[in-house]
T-cell receptor, first 114, second 113 residues
Framework: DAKTTQPTSMDCAEGRAANLPCNHS???????VYWYRQIHSQGPQYIIH???NNETNEMASLIITEDRKSSTLILPHATLRDTAVYYC???????????????FGTGTLLAVQP | EAGVAQSPRYKIIEKRQSVAFWCNPI?????LYWYQQILGQGPKLLIQ????????DSQLPKDRFSAERLKGVDSTLKIQPAKLEDSAVYLC???????????FGNGTRLTVT
């Protein structure tokens, strides 16, 4: 089962920041938080990941709380093309950390409004 | 860099028929995954390969699903015989190694009637 909880849907105005929350209260110390998004009729697209520290790349910023029980994905200036389902995933290591498993939940449908 | 290629894009079959999906991962990616995504749900991992060996197939319904990656590059996923509940998008993903994030293809949408 997925180890994350996300709102089913959110709206955001074009040009404004989109803040997508995620709860992962049972996360373990060596488990990373990953974010993917899936635009209609396409495969999931990797956005960003983090362990403890906040992370930023060209697509988004990831803010992880100090206790690591929740995180927020921030799209600084949302556009209509950012309309998609956003998945927050706790990456679970197994086989002694030699490999990892992504367990997707149902995600958050972000609708960017003009 | 070319992405993960999948074919066909769409497939419609009748129940009890057979079907096969093909995946060509990103060049040099040793790890390959097949996921099943039912409408309204997130993708579910079916099988993971490392080169041509199976790492995890615990979620693969082995009575009807099979997958292979004979030369450690391309992979095929087969369903025989198909059931109505197999209607879904089948996604292939690849990564450089098992600890990397996956690059996904756009999937094959299967409709079983």
């Amino acid at each position: 089962d997925a180890k994350t909880t996300q709102p089913t849907s959110m709206d955001c105005a074009e040009g404004r920041a989109a803040n997508l929350p995620c709860n992962h209260s049972t996360i373990s110390g060596n488990e990373y938080v990953y974010w993917y998004r899936q635009i209609h009729s396409q495969g999931p697209q990797y956005i960003i990941h983090g362990l403890k520290n906040n992370e930023t790349n060209e697509m988004a910023s990831l803010i992880i709380t100090e206790d690591r029980k929740s995180s927020t994905l921030i799209l600084p200036h949302a556009t209509l093309r950012d309309t998609a389902v956003y998945y927050c995933i706790v990456r679970v290591p197994y086989y002694g950390g030699a490999t990892n498993k992504l367990i997707f939940g149902t995600g958050t449908l972000l609708a960017v409004q003009p | 860099e070319a992405g993960v290629a999948q074919s066909p894009r769409y497939k419609i079959i009748e129940k009890r028929q057979s079907v096969a999906f093909w995946c060509n991962p990103i060049s040099g990616h040793a790890t390959l995954y097949w996921y099943q995504q039912i409408l309204g749900q997130g993708p579910k991992l079916l099988i993971q390969f490392q080169n041509n060996g199976v790492v995890d197939d615990s979620q693969l319904p082995k009575d009807r699903f099979s997958a292979e990656r004979l030369k450690g590059v391309d992979s095929t996923l087969k369903i025989q015989p198909a059931k109505l509940e197999d209607s879904a998008v089948y996604l292939c993903a690849s990564s450089l190694d098992p600890t990397g994030y996956g690059n996904f293809g756009n999937g094959t949408r299967l409709t079983v009637t």
